[in-house]
């Protein structure tokens, strides 16, 4: 695009959103285009901040009229380098656009727009005695359209599902200009394409998701949890067998810390209180959420005392008051705290069936000892959902061998079957090893929706592929 052409677009674009719609320059705060994982820091030519899906429509129009490529963005805490502009974008943030527009609670569901918050979501649905069951250590600065644009998973995937599950209907803005509504209640619709799924996941490159219906559950009355030590993974998939049979739909996670992560929170994360002495190999944390107090408590206990019975379980600490259950969690969320103290890590995220997961461990840290004797690393993870978390220091140079580490890890995981991702997307970090999870015509067809709904190619170029 020729200067005035593109001084033109500004212009055009700035008078859409009027006066407070915009920044440009200095005014532009490094949030708005540095992501959590810090990996570029390029200013965006122009950041918009619109008001409505009218607003983003003109946007939208307007570019894909003149070429112009644009980056969405939510609250920029994604971990796959996805929203942070790339030279020459042009950001568009949804920091205007996070109202809560109606909770019904004889659907249960609620409306929101884009930019609403994780946690301002959860609280609102709390307030009707309903559970918006999504959640993830980000809640207090993420935002809806982030979580649906990656698919966002989470500690409750094994219960209530992804992102994916959790929603009925979608609004966006295809990349010229066209608005599609699919805002409705209708938990049953099978009128044919299931359209809102082609913006789920995609991480803004089909189209920008302006409102959503979310569908929301019974608030749970009763909350118990158990961090449980176990002597080896083959145990530890037994337990996931014996928790799912006996605590059927009570069971809310399950989740699993190495011996190697826990030490490191032990050593490093000093608001975490480990529970248990540090010499097992695998500490699994059990949550049970249902309607009966009582009842579900006995449930509980007895679920882990047969567990006990059949030594699948060495030792364990059951939590069930508020102080104590937060305590459990704060020692699993803490596995994402360690870096502070150790140094930079890098972090992966990935999917394999739980019955290779136990081999995946060993082997992956095998295969990194050749090359780093001494590297940290750790794992952690939703083994209820097969996915597994890996952290990982070779020295304080770490950032120059990210390919190396790629290469192994990735290497392992497409000899396993696995996912490259499974809940993180794949953003511009993972782009590359994409081809490790997906087929030659799978990735034909999605280059080929890709050409279809965004024949200029202005939205998020370059992520996922
Ligand atoms: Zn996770």
Not at 120 to 146: K, V
Not at 172 to 180: F, M, N, P, S
Not at 239 to 263: P, R
């Amino acid at each position: 695009m020729a200067a005035t052409e593109l001084a033109a677009l500004l212009e055009q674009l700035k008078a859409v959103v009027g006066p407070g719609g915009y920044r440009e320059g200095t005014d532009i705060d490094a949030k708005n285009y540095q992501d959590a994982m810090g990996a570029r820091s390029i200013p965006p030519l122009l950041l918009l901040r619109p008001t409505d899906t009218q607003q983003v429509s003109a946007i939208l129009k307007a570019c894909h009229s003149a070429g112009q490529p644009i980056a969405p963005q939510g609250g920029m805490t994604g971990l796959v380098s996805a929203a942070a502009p790339l030279q020459g974008e042009i950001s568009l943030s949804f920091e205007r656009m996070k109202q809560v527009v109606e909770v019904d609670r004889f659907t249960s569901t609620m409306t929101v727009e884009a930019g609403a918050e994780l946690q301002t979501i959860q609280e609102q649905a709390d307030a009707n005695d309903l559970l918006f069951p999504l959640d993830l250590g980000a809640r207090g600065s993420c935002t809806i359209g982030g979580n649906l644009s990656t698919n966002a998973g989470g500690n409750r995937v094994i219960r209530y599902g992804m992102m994916r599950d959790l929603v009925i209907g979608i609004e966006a803005v295809l990349a010229d200009g066209t608005i599609i509504d699919g805002l409705h209640k209708l938990r049953k619709n099978n009128t044919g394409y299931d359209l809102k799924q082609l913006f789920i996941g995609s991480e803004g490159t089909l189209g920008i998701i302006t409102r959503a219906v979310l569908k929301l559950s019974p608030k749970p009355s009763s909350q118990v949890v158990a961090m449980c030590a176990v002597s080896n993974f083959e145990k530890v998939t037994e337990l996931l067998m014996h928790a799912q049979a006996k605590l059927g739909s009570n069971l809310s996670a399950f989740e699993v810390i190495w011996q190697n992560t826990y030490q490191l929170i032990d050593k490093h994360v000093p608001h975490a209180t480990v529970p248990l002495a540090d010499n097992y190999a695998f500490y699994v944390l059990i949550e049970s959420m249902g309607s009966n107090s009582d009842k579900d408590t006995d449930l509980f206990v007895d679920t882990l005392n047969s567990a006990t019975e059949k030594q699948l379980v060495e030792t364990a600490v059951i939590a069930d008051t508020d102080t104590k259950i937060k305590n459990l969690w704060t020692v699993r969320d803490a596995a994402a705290e360690i870096y502070p103290g150790v140094g930079y890590m890098h972090t992966y995220d990935v999917s394999l069936n739980v019955g290779d997961m136990g081999y995946f461990g060993e082997e992956v840290e095998k295969r990194l000892r050749v090359e780093w004797p001494d590297a940290i690393i750790g794992l952690f993870g939703h083994i209820g959902d097969g996915n597994v978390h890996i952290i990982i220091h070779v020295g304080p140079d770490t950032r120059d061998y990210h390919l190396q580490i790629d290469e192994i890890v990735y290497g392992l995981i497409q000899e396993l079957s696995g996912a490259v991702s499974a809940e993180h997307g794949i953003g511009l970090m993972k782009k590359q090893f994409l081809p490790y999870s997906k087929s030659e015509a799978e990735i034909a067809l999605m280059k080929a929706l890709k050409q279809t709904m965004d024949p200029q190619g202005i939205l998020n170029p370059g992520r996922i592929f």
